[in-house]
């Protein structure tokens, strides 16, 4: 099915219900998802949004002649902010970590955070986490406006939403791979699943691993629990800071491996936060940060391309 919606392009719906848009130039050229469970694509800095489910996307087309991404209704992404503020101190010492920071994140996502030091690139993660608290503005966790909720209740929202993952791994020492993964459940109160236990354990390479405590495990071996134990309860986002920080350049290449496989295979949505461009380049869009807003964004990139826009916003 096609639908023309403006003299500059056409929607055109596959059989797969995958919208793709038809730019009406000279080489009619189609622009659609890289891969499939992708939720976005960029036309140079523009956004592109698809929507699979009931019909087509119109405001996409809307998207094609923007100069910063299309900031989407928080109620269809699974984690917004709006005009986020967070000020240390006050009166005339006042700091500005954040200066009004909007963003949106869809479903099945992968959105890397990058910037020089001081940027505010943790401080934001932090408050998109519900960690830190915003001086003004709002914060949607799966259309839960995070910012009007009490510390109890974050710590709810939490334990069902979100899942994290550090630059070191926080993991138990007295307990074994398998019990570390299934913490969080236990903490709720929950019993996991068994058989997606296994299909996880499997996926991360852990199956042989599963009855070692962490002194016995590599630093990968270890980031690889820590993924699970963020994954285990199917969290609605998953948030990375440094991942690959503590691992050698061959370690941090099965983890990005991992995590771009999370998105694929899961349809996981992930914010991650980091200061190396080769784990960036694995993101379906990269926001860069400086001096408390958000100042570039890019597409799917290279690691020479993302270096080179990292380059410019610290100048």
Known sequence: MEKTVSALARIRVSR???????????????IRPMTAGRAAHTVGHAR????????????????LQADEPEV????AAVVAARDVVRRYGSGDTAVEALRGVSLSVLEGELTAVMGPSGSGKSTLMHILAGLDRASEGRVWIAGNDITTLN????????????????????????????????????????????????????DVGLTDRRTHRP??????QQQRVAIARALVSRPSV??????????????????????????????????????????????????????GQIVKTLGPSSAAEINAVLAEVAR
């Open 16 to 30: 797969r219900s995958e919208a793709e848009i038809v730019l009406k130039d000279d080489s009619e050229r189609v």
């Open 48 to 63: 592109i949004r698809f929507s699979r489910p009931k019909g087509t996307n119109l405001n996409a087309i809307a998207a």
């Open 72 to 75: 989407l209704d928080q109620h």
């Open 151 to 202: 510390d109890n209740q974050l710590t709810k929202l939490r334990r069902s939403h979100i899942g994290f993952v550090f630059q070191f791994f926080n993991l138990l020492p007295m307990l074994t791979a398998e019990e570390n993964v299934t913490l969080p459940l236990q903490i709720a109160g929950e019993k996991p699943d068994a058989a997606w236990l296994e299909k996880l354990l499997d």
């Open 215 to 220: 002194s016995e495990l590599s630093g990968g």
């Open 238 to 291: 998953l948030f990375a800071d440094e991942p690959t920080g503590n691992l050698d350049s061959r370690t941090s290449g099965e983890i990005l491996e991992l995590l771009r496989t999370s998105v694929q295979s899961y349809g996981q949505t992930t914010v991650m936060v980091t200061h190396d461009a080769k784990a960036a380049a694995i993101a379906d869009r990269v926001l860069f940060l400086a001096d």
